[in-house]
Every structure is written in structure tokens, then in C-alpha cells.
């Protein structure tokens, strides 16, 4: 037997986007489904930083104590080592924000603490395991979705549905909207190194013969990422372990004996970087947001925060429309016209980013940093460090939280 649930807002996807929005909508008294296909939030390494943009929310929504009580390493300052020379990276001190930091918080412990937010909160429904297989739809308006659980099926009808669910967004494909793909030139191979006895510095990135390397300190061990040209892991792969290893070690030597750990490929996990944006991000009973809408690269971690950020613009602009059942299609266009501009120039980053920093001779397995770019880094630091800081910490056209939270009677609190 098919079971039927009726909602406000059914949302597809348990990432940033999805449970942070179906947090804010509930909080305001809209009756909302979240759908996530995974059992819980752990999953392939999708990144760990949380922004002072994404914090500054939490302080708006009076939880960012709460929220650093969480596992959590703060970066205000992220030293780079640039052909063995040390620099220093975007500094967040002077940033106008509650936290002037980076929290490295792993991705399923900010989803957890957003989702137990979420569940004190009656509209709050949460599914996990729950994977939408289809649309449904009626006069080419979507109604609605078909889940597929471990009991069985389930339609889940909705006055809207979001897609948040991600780069390979199905929402986004049935729906058979236009995708725009800017064709991102890396991939990221991730794996774990255990932390050298002797390690000192704190560095975030290294850059070192035209091969850069990310890690990305999780308390026991790193979190390393090494970028690679798109398409190059079976290259990689056919040279064989130890010239991976070696390669590590050339970038690192301090890395050489914690890396001997890496002793088979299935340690190292391939991530297929897109940089992508639909055209037009909704239809009648449809929007999508976060990666589904706009796939971010790896480049300046700033895609949770992103998701974020258009979790929090539709929850400003929609809100009311969905609790008094009046959400139109030109509402929805609103928070494609929010939210399109700070997606588009933060992409247009990351492709001058993937130009500049990855331009140069393919040597099949390394990424050339172009020689304008290191000069430009040793001439420009300072500047361009407030820049980036503020850039990559706040971003384009922040959000800040509108909406007011429910009592329990369904009243509002005074503004
Ligand atoms: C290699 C790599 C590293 C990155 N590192 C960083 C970083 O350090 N910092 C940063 O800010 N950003 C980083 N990003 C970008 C960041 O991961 C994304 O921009 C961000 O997660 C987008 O959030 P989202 O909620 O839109 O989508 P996602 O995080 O992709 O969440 C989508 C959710 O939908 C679920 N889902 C998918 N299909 C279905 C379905 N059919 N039914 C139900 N559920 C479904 C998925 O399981 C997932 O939980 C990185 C990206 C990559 C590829």
C-alpha cells in the first residue's frame, strides 16, 4: 500500500540547503517534509567550513553558542606554503561578524545540529532513507513527489516542492529545466593522512611545483585534497600507489612516512568537481536550490555556505506565501532574482580561480600554478588577503534572518 502524506513544503535533500530550510520554514509554522535518501549525515567528504556568513545566522537565530559547542576547529588565519614559502592566507579577524573564523566542523555534525534544531519544532518532519524517484505532476504543475523507503512507497503532496538536493540533482532532471555547464577543469582526489609527530604549523594549503594540496586539520588526523586535472584519476591510478605516495611526499616532505598509510585506492575517493546553473531555477510548484541550482566547485570551500544563505532568502521570501497557501509563481521567481547574482559572481571566482591557479602544462597528474598568479601572491598579499577574507567569510549579497519564530500556540514572537 502506498502511503499518502499532504504538506506545505516538501523539500528533496538532507544537505545544507534542505535542512536549513525546512528548520526556518518550521520555525515560522509551515508544515514541512524533508526528504533525505541517505539513513543518516555521514557520506562522502563534501566539506567541513562554516563560514562567519553562515555563524553571523546562527548568532541572528540566537544559537551560535550552541552551535561552537559543536566538534570544531576555528581558522582565523590560514597559512599557506607556496614553494616552501610560508603565507599567510585570508585573514578573518577584521571581519565585522560574531565569529572572525573558519569553524572546521565536519558537514554531518552541522547537519545534525540543524536537524535537532529543526525536530523542536511541531512542522519539522524529517525522512531519512527516503529517495525521490519522481515528480508528480498535474497540467505540467508538480504536485508532489514519489519516495521510495525501506517500507515501501510513499507520495509525499506538497503546495512546494524544493530541490536541494545537490550536484546530481533528480528533481533537476525531471523537471527538465536548463543546465548551464561552465565545465570545471579539476577533480579532487580526498583522503586521510595522520598527523606527522612533529607537525607545528597550521596550514591549510600547499602549493608546491604546480601541485596543490588541501588539509584540513580534523583534530587526529588531516583531511588532505589534492586537486587534479579533470579526468585524470585512471592516469594517476596506472602509474601505481607508490608514485602517488611520492608525489604526496614531494608536495610535503614531512607527510612521507603518514602517507605510506595510503596502501590502497580505495582510500583515495575520486570527486567529480562541476561548476553548473540552471537557467531558470523554478516552475509552478518547483524550485531548487543550493547545488542543485548552482553546483559549486571545491574552490574557496564556500558552497555550504551558499546553500545556506538560499536556504535563508527563501525562507525570507516564502515564508508567509506558504503558511497562508498563496505561494505563486512569480514568488518564486523572487528568490531565483536574490539569489542568482551572489551564485553567478561566486562562480565566476571559482572559473578565474580554476584559469589562473590551474592554467599551465598538463603533465598528467599535476596542476600547474601559473607564474603571474605566484608573483601576484607575493606582491599582493596583504590586500589581497582582506579582499579574499571577506569575499570567502561573507561572500556576495549576505542574508540575514527575517523570519520570526512561532510559540507553541502558533503565535509570533514580537519583532
Ligand atoms: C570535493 C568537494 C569538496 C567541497 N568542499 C567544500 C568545502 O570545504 N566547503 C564548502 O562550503 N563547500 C564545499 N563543497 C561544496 C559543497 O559540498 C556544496 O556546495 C554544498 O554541500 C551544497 O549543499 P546542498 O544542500 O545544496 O547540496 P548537498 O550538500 O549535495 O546535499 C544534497 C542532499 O540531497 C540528498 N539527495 C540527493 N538525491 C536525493 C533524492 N533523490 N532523494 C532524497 N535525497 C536526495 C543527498 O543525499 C544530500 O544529502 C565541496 C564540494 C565538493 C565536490
Not at 614553494?83 to 565536519?106: E, R
Not at 570545471?184 to 604546480?210: C, H, M, S, Y
Not at 585524470?232 to 611520492?246: H, M, N, S, T, V
Request: one cysteine or more; glycine letters at 8%.
Amino acid at each position: 500500500m502506498t502511503v499518502s502524506i499532504k504538506t506545505q513544503c516538501c523539500i528533496v535533500g538532507g544537505g545544507p540547503a534542505g535542512i536549513m530550510l525546512g528548520f526556518l520554514l518550521a520555525r515560522s509554522g509551515v508544515k514541512t517534509v524533508v526528504l533525505e535518501k541517505h539513513d543518516d549525515f555521514f557520506r562522502d567528504f563534501r566539506g567541513d567550513t562554516i563560514h562567519p556568513s553562515t555563524m553571523e545566522l546562527m548568532h541572528e537565530l540566537g544559537l551560535l553558542k550552541a552551535f561552537l559547542q559543536q566538534p570544531h576547529q576555528p581558522i582565523a588565519k590560514g597559512l599557506m606554503v607556496v614553494n616552501g614559502q610560508v603565507l599567510q592566507g585570508p585573514d578573518f579577524s577584521h571581519l565585522s561578524t560574531q565569529a572572525k573564523f573558519i569553524a572546521m566542523m565536519p558537514q554531518w555534525d552541522f547537519l545534525n545540529f540543524i536537524a535537532v534544531q529543526g525536530a523542536s519544532h511541531a512542522g519539522f518532519d524529517l525522512h531519512m532513507g527516503s529517495e525521490v524517484t519522481d515528480l508528480i505532476e498535474e497540467n505540467a504543475v508538480v504536485k508532489g513527489v514519489i519516495v521510495q523507503t525501506k517500507q515501501g512507497r510513499m507520495h509525499v503532496f506538497a503546495d512546494l516542492v524544493v530541490g536541494a538536493d545537490g550536484r546530481s540533482s533528480i528533481v533537476r532532471a525531471l523537471s527538465k529545466m536548463t543546465v548551464i555547464d561552465n565545465h570545471a577543469p579539476i577533480d579532487v582526489l580526498w583522503f586521510r593522512l595522520n598527523k606527522p609527530k612533529n607537525e607545528t604549523l597550521e596550514v591549510l594549503a600547499r602549493i608546491q611545483n604546480g601541485n596543490f594540496m588541501v588539509t584540513i586539520d580534523r583534530g587526529a588526523y588531516y583531511q588532505a585534497a589534492l586537486l587534479i586535472h579533470k579526468g585524470d584519476f585512471g592516469g594517476i591510478k596506472a602509474k601505481g600507489l607508490q608514485a602517488f605516495r611520492d608525489l604526496i611526499s614531494a608536495i610535503e616532505p614531512a607527510f612521507a612516512d603518514v602517507v605510506q598509510a595510503i596502501d590502497s585506492w580505495g582510500k583515495v575517493k575520486l570527486l567529480n568537481v562541476q561548476v553548473s546553473r540552471m537557467q531558470r531555477w523554478y516552475r509552478q510548484g518547483l524550485l531548487c536550490i543550493g547545488d542543485a541550482a548552482h553546483a559549486m566547485s571545491p574552490i574557496g570551500g564556500v558552497g555550504i555556505n551558499l546553500a545556506v544563505q538560499d536556504a535563508v532568502a527563501t525562507a525570507n521570501i516564502l515564508t508567509e506565501k506558504l503558511r497562508t497557501g498563496h505561494c505563486t509563481v512569480e514568488d518564486l521567481a523572487k528568490v531565483q532574482a536574490r539569489r542568482e547574482w551572489p551564485a553567478k559572481m561566486t562562480q565566476r571566482m571559482q572559473i578565474m580561480a580554476h584559469r589562473h591557479f590551474f592554467s599551465g602544462t598538463q603533465d598528467n597528474q599535476t596542476l600547474a600554478v601559473s607564474w603571474p598568479l605566484r608573483f601576484a601572491l607575493y606582491l599582493f598579499a596583504p590586500l589581497l588577503r582582506r579582499i579574499l577574507s571577506h569575499l570567502i567569510g561573507i561572500g556576495f549579497r549576505p542574508e540575514h534572518i527575517k523570519t520570526q519564530p512561532t510559540h507553541s500556540d502558533g503565535t509570533f514572537s514580537e519583532a
